[in-house]
């Protein structure tokens, strides 16, 4: 948002409510929500917002174990079939009644080409329905974390969408034309009562929702507004024209303590780099005819001129937690080992990248979100300056998350920064997305580097299904091991995320940084 830090306060005074409205929730990011389509962006930010709105069949608790949503109980009467009861008497927010042929729908709709959230289904071959209120779901071969993948598996209406002109996901942001980005029609706790892209989003209560009785929070109503200017959004927290912060700056941690409240603990995100080792050229780099990211010498060089602790210190202020993986310690397969980090070896970098003929002669474009993660462009920014001392010359190109995320998922990078979460709380989700070759399905789904090799395909496979505790996690290990080797991406650091709200607002703090608005209490 381009506006100035008056401007910004006002503005927020002018579409949020007043004090007096106790049950109303103000809350703010950097990020823009990219979409309400459920199934059309797999991103933190708009999953949270359409949690609001959306359910799954089943969900989280507090403590992330796994409890009845849509479906009030699950049973398996044979290891590739999974039949969910379903819950009685809930109605979509239209009015319209919620039945098996929804979950068949929402099912099919995010195994669809256009989904980013087939990682989730993958496994399904099939969602059929036994009644109205029974649904089976087959699966192509057993899968141990089924239940943890249908945690982020809204379910939309049918009738609706088909209406609509919604049977699949649209592709684009916010920007585009299909309803289904603007509008949403779901069973949760809140209706949307009105979207604007880079402006507030407002939910209301959903006066008949099915779990009202058990609402642990208060709030009746929720203005979301992207404050993108880091002053800004502290200052609208602190004037008191917003309630909530999600991701305040580190420069202000210490004034909103003394004068808010922060909460603040690890978050089950990795932030890394990528880089394009598919192409035969590269689109935004100085060397042609060639591809020097394909070059693992060039790639080990690149982590090793990385001081990840100096980033720590001097962007993260602390809040970041340096790795040598790709997953965070609350996934389960991780272990210290995979955590420990190639050392920092600027001598080395050099060496390596005059070895394989770069001896300050490399220059690439870095892609960077401007307003995804925590100082994100200010990590890139690092990064370029550390890269600069041996050799490198990287120039930073960096976007808001509504132009960033499709750019990277058309494949037009050459270098970038992301983040990655995982949902399932389980390695094979990042294995799986980011690390797998790209194929069928979820398969590479976010395998925005064309990084292959044939020996982690092999076991993530079997990671797919294997329901043997022991073996699997062997494989977890040898896979993450053997992509470190190759240096197949370069793993940062993992986020501590606090979270920043006025003192009369309660929460409960998530590892997977989401909000969750019918847990928060205002007093």
Known sequence: MHRSLMAVVLAAAIVLPTASQAKTLRWASRGDILTMDPHAQNEGLTNTISSYVYEPLVAYDQHFKI??????????????????????????????????????????????????FKVYVNSIVEARRVDDLTVELVTSSPNPILLRQLTNVFIMSRAWAEQHDAVAPHEASTTGTALAAHRANGTGPYKLESHEAEGSTIFTEHANWWNKRQK?????????????????????????????????????????????????????????????????????????????????????????????????????????????????????????????R??????????????????????????????????????????????????????????????????????DTSAYLLGWGVPTFDA????????????????????????????VDALIDQIKTELDPAVRDEAIHKALTLHANDFGHIPLHNQIIPWAMQKHVHVVHRADNRLSAEWVVID
């Not at 819950?87 to 989904?115: C, L, M, W, Y």
């Not at 208060?218 to 991701?247: C, E, H, W």
């Not at 070759?437 to 925005?448: K, T």
């Open 67 to 116: 409890v009845p949503a849509l479906a009030v109980s699950w049973e398996q009467p044979a290891p590739t079939i999974w039949r969910f009861a379903l819950r009685e008497g809930v109605k979509f927010h239209d009015g319209t009644p919620f039945t098996a042929n929804d979950v068949v729908f929402s099912i099919q709709r995010a195994r669809s080409p256009a989904s980013r």
């Open 342 to 411: 190639v050392p920092h070896d600027p001598d080395k970098a050099r060496a390596l990248l005059k070895e394989a003929g770069y001896p300050n002669t490399l220059e690439f474009t870095l892609d960077c979100p401007n307003n995804r993660y925590m100082n994100d462009e200010a990590i890139c920014q690092a990064i370029i300056n550390m890269w600069s001392k041996v050799g490198v010359k990287a120039t930073l190109n960096a976007l808001p998350s509504s132009a960033y995320f499709p750019k990277l998922q058309a494949y």
């Open 428 to 455: 094979l989700y990042t294995l799986q997305s980011l690390i797998h070759s790209p194929g069928e399905g979820a398969d590479g789904a976010f395998n925005l580097s064309g990084y292959a090799n044939p020996d």
């Open 216 to 340: 642990i929070g208060n709030v009746s109503k929720v203005v979301y507004t992207p404050i993108k200017q880091d002053t800004a959004r502290t200052m609208a927290l602190l004037s008191g024209a917003i309630d909530f912060v999600l991701d305040p700056a580190a420069q202000y941690l210490g004034r909103l303590r003394q004068q808010a409240k922060v909460v603040e603990s690890n978050e089950y995100r990795t932030l890394f780099l990528g880089f394009d080792q598919k192409s035969p050229e590269l689109k935004y780099a100085n060397v042609k005819g060639k591809n020097p990211f394909a070059d693992p010498r060039v790639r080990e060089a690149l982590y090793r001129a990385i001081d990840t602790n100096s980033i720590k210190k001097s962007v993260m202020r602390g809040a970041a937690s340096p790795t040598g993986t790709m997953i965070a310690p609350q996934v389960h397969g991780w272990t210290e080992s995979l955590n420990r």
